[in-house]
Antibody, heavy 125, light 107 residues
Framework: EVQLVESGGGLVKPGGSLRLSCVAS????????MDWVRQAPGKGLEWVSS????????YYAASVKGRFTISRDNAKNSVYLQMNSLRAEDTAVYYC??????????????????WGQGTLVTVSS | EIVLTQSPGTLSLSPGERATLSCRAS??????LAWYQQKPGQAPRLLIY???SWATGIPDRFSGTGSGTDFALTISRLEPEDSAVYYC?????????FGQGTKVEIK
């Protein structure tokens, strides 16, 4: 059974930092691209960042570029999101998702066939 | 970026009825469109990818059609557990974008 478990969310002040983690199980982690998608309270879904299988390609939404860093450790079946210079508008549930491409290679963007339960990040003073 | 517009905003139907949800793209996305279901307090679940292919474990009362700019998700016979928000997503051009969602209410 595919499982994705996020952790690391919490309350942080504007300008602060937070590191989210997602541990995967039930599939060969190194064979899949991974993404972070967020959802502000009562709002829709917003793609945040993607990392390909071997970390060869990394992509960010314009709203987080330069502030967030995605990484992965295939030996630990984990993907991370380092979030710096946090703003009130970054308040959201952050989901880790397994990503599938529309081609056989590393082409992006992706759709998402499995999602974690999410971790809430609240940016407030 | 490609804008996806979903309609209607809310659909209120009775069990056993047929629901048709629309997703319109601001430019062609070919068949690179997915549909997700999200129930309150839960993560989204993939229903359809490639505009019309079922994800693993999805019942066949859910079906997707369309290509280019106009797409539809049809729930042939509504069941109480289908009450949720449904999102479409395009994944052909970066950044991948989602529609704003359609809420399906079961009377």
């Amino acid at each position: 059974e595919v499982q994705l478990v996020e952790s690391g969310g919490g309350l942080v002040k504007p300008g602060g930092s937070l590191r989210l983690s997602c541990v995967a199980s039930g599939f060969t982690f190194s064979s899949y691209h991974m993404d972070w998608v967020r959802q502000a309270p009562g709002k829709g879904l917003e793609w945040v960042s993607s990392i390909t299988r071997s970390s060869t390609y990394i992509y960010y939404a314009a709203s987080v570029k330069g502030r967030f860093t995605i990484s992965r450790d295939n030996a630990k079946n984990s993907v991370y999101l380092q979030m710096n210079s946090l703003r009130a508008e970054d308040t959201a549930v952050y989901y880790c998702a397994r990503a599938r491409p529309y081609c056989d290679g590393d082409c992006s963007p992706f759709y998402f066939d499995y999602w974690g339960q999410g971790t809430l990040v609240t940016v407030s003073s | 970026e490609i804008v996806l517009t979903q309609s209607p905003g809310t659909l209120s139907l009775s069990p056993g009825e047929r629901a048709t949800l629309s997703c319109r793209a601001s430019q062609s996305v070919s068949s690179y469109l997915a549909w997700y279901q999200q129930k309150p307090g839960q993560a989204p679940r993939l229903l359809i990818y490639g505009a019309s292919s079922w994800a693993t474990g999805i019942p066949d009362r859910f079906s997707g059609t369309g290509s280019g700019t106009d797409f539809a998700l049809t729930i042939s016979r509504l069941e109480p557990e289908d009450s949720a928000v449904y999102y479409c997503q395009q994944y052909v051009k970066s950044p991948g974008t989602f529609g704003q969602g359609t809420k399906v209410e079961i009377k």
